[in-house]
């Protein structure tokens, strides 16, 4: 790896906890390479209210392209700072933040399709990170996306709700639409995009709360408050959890194994019931008895929602995607196709080395 | 380039398949010949190998299920690891029929009908077995397809074959009051010469088999599998 493309996914990743702000509280500050953000965040005396306090809310900074969301009033006030009305809480479509998830649509886009990308390129600074990019994600469907490292896999899959967005010399060109609608058209509010496309990383990453208050901090914020009970326990039901914790609802979400962590992050994307999940490597970091039970999930997650999932397991992407996507050094999408074709018959020799290990 | 030992493997299985061929083919050459010369040495170490075939079989077979149990192998490996599984079988099933012919040259009566010439059919099948194996060591699925267009005159060549014995028989109009004997040699006769008809038939049918698998292994094309 170039120590440019290193430095940039370094960069990466500090700018998503930054982001933490904006995004309902997927990621929690656990990992070490966080403490120096959760620091000044202290410092910043933002609000540390409760169990959260260690989650860095320096966000107020970033103040070109996501709005600070550390609460929904927050996110409401931009909404109102867009001129386009605010977001009833009721409302479904919370996409961006007014009425146009559907109206605003530019393109026609086959029924079963839920994003689709048109030439979406994406550059650090110079260099080119994701070549133009043409696909077309099916709707409740799991969708793999498979690569070598530094080959654009996880550019691309942040780039769908826009967690790319606050990476300084990050630019992205060309489309990307979420049900027909461009998510980087000026009226769409990224926070609100990011509610309706959640995401489970790679590492599990659980506040530092109750197993219940995990679950339900991103209602919370989001002021769907009420019936938060029957909400958690639907959530940790979808993600397969509730017959473990049941009976200790509020006990530390830390005190549970990797995979429970791992299940409860996902209860947690899910509980705001958004469209779209995505997972960059979401058991790469765990057993084979709990990354079966994450494959399993994946499976079911995808009667109700898109999946979309990066992984560098291809046995993975083999057993759970209906669709992957091969992404080779460079940011090229080399082939996107069935996952059943792809891993029996790809069309293109370079994805053929790359998945029988001929490549490098 | 990766995953040396996989690929190693790959290639000993590839080499072992093309092995185990040589052999069923020469135990096949072999049968044959025991047959047309009534060489009862020869039939006999034809059927006493044949356990040979068996035990090969038995071991690529093994190989087959540790490549795919332990290096997960993919698309075109895949293809390849799955159709040398098959082949093995069909080239098994080769090897039975060339002891089949082994067994039936110690009584063999080729005189009885000079006009089915077994040895030709022989050849022709042998044939098959052999440029199949080249179009599978050399990925020819031109070759492939010829070959399975080529089945059809071998089955041609076998239903007349068939007939000729048959029609023989109807006119000879053997009555009740032959000799037991004359009758029951002449059934046995008969009986072997149909039974070596059908075997070197279905020796075409597994040349055709090969080359199904070969073309999908190629091309991951079942055109040819039915």
């Known amino acids: ?81 867009t001129g386009e009305g605010t977001m009833d ?44 990019t043409t696909m077309e994600i099916p709707e409740r469907r799991v969708t793999a996306i498979i690569g070598p490292s530094g080959c654009g896999k996880s550019t691309f899959l942040r780039s769908i ?14 489309e990307l639409n979420f049900r027909g609608k461009n998510v980087y058209d000026d009226d769409v509010d990224p926070v609100a995009l990011r509610r309706t496309i ?12 109750s197993i219940k208050e995990n679950v339900a901090y991103g209602l919370r914020v989001q002021d769907k408050d009420d019936n938060v009970d029957e909400k958690v326990e639907q959530a940790l039901k979808r993600a397969a959890l509730w017959d473990e914790v049941k009976d200790q609802l509020d006990s530390s979400g830390l ?10 992050c996902i209860a947690r994307a899910i509980a705001p019931d958004p469209e779209v999940i995505l997972m960059d490597e979401p058991a790469s970091a765990l057993d084979p008895v709990a990354t079966s039970k994450v494959e399993d999930l994946i499976t079911e997650l995808a009667e109700d929602y898109t999946v979309v999932v990066v992984t560098h397991n291809m046995q993975q992407a083999a057993r759970i995607s209906d669709r992957t996507a091969v992404f080779l050094t460079g940011g090229e999408l080399v082939e996107f196709d069935d996952t059943q074709q792809i891993f029996e018959n790809p069309a293109d020799d370079r994805v053929e080395d790359y998945i029988t290990g001929k490549f490098g | 380039m990766a995953r040396k030992d996989y690929q190693q493997k790959l290639d000993d299985l590839r080499d072992d398949v093309l092995y185990m061929s040589e052999l069923v083919l020469e135990r096949l050459r072999d049968g044959l010949d025991a047959l047309d010369r009534k060489n009862e040495d020869l039939a006999r170490d034809v059927i006493e190998g044949d356990h040979e075939i068996n035990q090969l079989y038995l071991d690529l ?13 993919v698309a075109g490996d895949l293809r390849f690891i799955a159709s040398s599984f098959k082949i093995i079988t069909d080239l098994e099933r080769i090897g039975d029929l060339a002891t089949n012919l082994a067994g039936y040259a110690e009584d063999a009566e080729q005189d009885r009908y000079p006009d089915v010439d077994i040895q030709s059919i022989g050849d022709q099948v042998i044939q098959m077995v052999e440029d199949t194996m080249t179009a599978f060591a050399e990925e020819d699925v031109d070759a492939c397809r010829e070959i399975s267009a080529r089945d059809d005159d071998i089955d041609a060549l076998c239903e007349r074959a068939s007939q000729t014995v048959v029609r023989d028989l109807i006119e000879r109009e053997v009555g009740t009051d032959a000799d037991s004997d004359e009758i029951e040699t002449l059934l046995q006769d008969v009986s072997r010469l149909l039974l070596t008809i059908r075997d070197l038939e279905r020796v075409g049918d597994h040349a055709v088999n090969i080359a199904a698998r070969t073309l999908y292994m190629v091309e991951s094309d079942d055109e040819l599998i039915y």
């Open chain 1, 89 to 132: 809480e009721g409302t479904e479509d919370a996409l961006i933040d007014t009425d146009v998830s559907t109206d605003g649509a530019t393109g026609e886009f086959p029924a079963e399709t839920v994003i689709d990308t048109r030439d979406l390129s994406v550059y650090y600074g110079e260099e080119q990170a994701l070549k133009p």
């Open chain 1, 161 to 174: 709700n826009r967690m790319n967005d606050l990476i300084d010399g990050c630019r992205v060109e060309g």
């Open chain 2, 61 to 73: 077979e093994q190989d087959c299920i540790d490549l795919l149990a332990l290096q997960q192998p």
């Open chain 1, 1 to 81: 790896m170039q120590p440019v493309t290193a430095l940039l996914e370094g960069v990466s990743y500090v700018v998503v906890v930054r982001d933490l702000c904006s995004y309902i509280g997927i990621l929690s500050a656990n990992s070490s390479v966080f403490r120096p953000i959760e620091t000044s965040a202290a410092q910043a005396g933002g609000d540390a209210a409760g169990a959260v306090a260690d989650v860095p809310q320096q966000t107020t900074t970033m103040t070109d392209t996501a709005p600070p969301t550390a609460s929904a009033s927050d996110a409401a006030d931009a909404q109102d700072a």
């Open chain 1, 255 to 264: 005190d549970l194994s990797g995979g429970q962590q791992q299940r409860l």
């Open chain 1, 198 to 209: 959640g995401m489970v990383f790679q590492k599990p990453n659980p506040f530092p709360k």
